[in-house]
């Protein structure tokens, strides 16, 4: 017995399972350390290749990335249960020749025994090694089955979050074009039922994103679908109303409140994908087109001590948008593809 290689694939074995169980159960677990590098290493590689106007190759990233983890996963579990077989030179046979297999007659045989493939060409040749093929067959198809369930449970938040930035965006394609939007004259209408449709369907997106970090590298490959885009539209526009606008003419303090939470808790997400703030301020709201609207506001400079207050929550979404290979809004019809 060759305890360096029973040990090394003990511990690839394990530390596969645990990635991948980690990565897809573990609601509040953000992804797996070996798994969220991969996705973040995957995701920078693809928008150097792509380049950051590409967006229609971009969004490749996403299911590349998909496919590359779980392959991963199963790799790995492939290899360390082959290392464990391989460990005991007679752990298997050809029952026809008596022959023991090499390291890659090992992998072979992990591998039918993995997926079921039907009888190969070895057999274990103790209870032991028997006992140990079935853990092989129930982890292997376990692993198969659990990761087909990921890829619908992602297929499926995917729809969500382009549904969400379409929802935002269709309102408005710039911070102010959505405070405009929304203003009757005299008030804001009926904002407060937009906005708590909005919170409702961000508040959803935030616990798919925290259960599965890979969405942040889904990539839209039009800005109007464009989640970053669309987050970073909302908040701004949630800014102007909160601190642009006198307040006698604001919504409810509630449905601004509960908006500008359910926007602080999604950035809380942004841990689990490895996406850190902005060295960069991004630009300011301009004021002067609510203006030619016929929407109130505070002056500039009012308005720019407010916004120096918020500059590190600025910093994190311009830090989504650079992350994302978006740009910040107004959305550039030139860009969309």
Known sequence: MNYLYLIGGIIITGWAFIEGLWTTIWIDGHSAPLTGRLTTLIWKLMRTITGLKRHKLLSLSGPIILVTTISVWIILI????????????????????????????????????????????????????????????????????????????????????????????????????????????????????????????????????????????????????????????????????TYGVPEKHHPAGTILKSSRNSIKSFLDTLRGAYIKPSDDVPPLPDLSKLREKGVPTVDDETFKAKLDEMKERRKVLYGVIQNGAWYWPPIKESQNG
């Open 78 to 241: 492939l290899l360390g249960w082959s290392l464990i077989f391989y460990a005991d030179p007679d752990s298997i046979q050809n029952p026809t020749t008596k022959a023991y297999p090499n390291f890659i007659g090992h992998i072979w045989y992990i591998a039918y025994t993995m997926f079921t493939v039907g009888n190969g060409d070895y057999v274990p040749t103790s209870s032991a090694w028997e006992l140990s093929s079935s853990l092989v067959a129930f982890g292997g198809m376990g692993m198969v089955t659990l990761s087909v369930t990921y890829i619908l449970q992602i297929i499926s938040a995917v729809v969500a979050k382009r549904a969400f930035a379409s929802q935002v965006t269709s309102i408005g394609t710039s911070p102010e074009d959505f405070v405009t939007s929304q203003w009757t004259g005299d008030s804001f209408g009926d904002i407060e039922l937009q906005l708590s449709s909005i919170s409702g369907s961000l508040a959803t997106l935030t616990e798919q994103h925290m259960a599965y970090p890979i969405l942040h590298y889904y990539h839209a490959a039009n800005a109007q679908k464009a989640n970053p885009i669309a987050l970073v539209t909302l908040d701004e526009a949630l800014t102007i109303i």
